[in-house]
T-cell receptor
């Protein structure tokens, strides 16, 4: 079954420190994409970073990096130099591709991150 | 600016009523999606559509219906058959293809409450 697992319901981090949010996934497909989204209390979904299953290098976007370990089926998000504005819910998601050009995005349960001053 | 517009932002439904949530995009995306989010939980896929006049059930389609008569629009109807409709509903759109990030874009959501 295709599934995303986020085992950390909540995480705390001190401002300016780095934090890693865990994500494991399960799929038998060879072609898929992995995403991280941030959801502040307003409810909007903010795209952070993307990793394709065929990408050999780990993705980076500013303070965000994705630690992609394909053999272990993990796609952890690393936030460096945490800021107070990073406090939010974070979702790991996987995009699956089907024949005919169909694709869909499935989500994990999320991790709530709190950044302390 | 291109984006997705969901309306209304807040919606109240009486028991036994059908309500329709609007989702419009001007990104020229082929695919559109509806997700449901319950408090403290992840997003679950209700319906998705890759092309006009075609749509598929997601993981929790019971009690919901959709239409895709125009590329830009993908309204969701929450019917009286949905016994627990109180939730946050998010609409999204994307491109189609393979080995891309699909450009998934989300609306700002509709919060539905049964009164």
């Amino acid at each position: 079954a295709q599934k995303i697992t986020q085992t950390q319901p909540g995480m705390f981090v001190q401002e300016k420190e780095a934090v890693t949010l865990d994500c494991t996934y399960d799929t038998s497909d060879q072609s898929y994409g992995l995403f991280w989204y941030k959801q502040p209390s307003s409810g909007e979904m903010i795209f952070l970073i993307y990793q394709g299953s065929y990408d050999e290098q780990n993705a980076t976007e500013g303070r965000y990096s994705l630690n992609f370990q394909k053999a272990r089926k993990s796609a952890n998000l690393v936030i460096s130099a945490s800021q107070l504005g990073d406090s939010a819910m974070y979702f790991c998601a996987m995009s699956l591709w089907f024949s005919g050009g169909y694709n869909k995005l499935i989500f994990g349960a999320g991790t709530r991150l709190a950044v302390h001053p | 600016d291109g984006g997705i517009t969901q309306s209304p932002k807040y919606l109240f439904r009486k028991e036994g009523q059908n309500v329709t949530l609007s989702c419009e995009q001007n990104l020229n995306h082929d695919a559109m999606y509806w997700y449901r989010q319950d408090p403290g939980q992840g997003l679950r896929l209700i319906y998705y559509s890759q092309i006009v006049n075609d749509f598929q059930k997601g993981d929790i389609a019971e009690g919901y219906s959709v239409s895709r008569e125009k590329k830009e629009s993908f309204p969701l109807t929450v019917t009286s058959a949905q016994k627990n409709p109180t939730a946050f509903y998010l609409c999204a759109s994307s491109t189609t293809g393979q080995r891309t990030n699909y450009g998934y874009t989300f609306g700002s959501g509709t919060r539905l409450t049964v009164v």
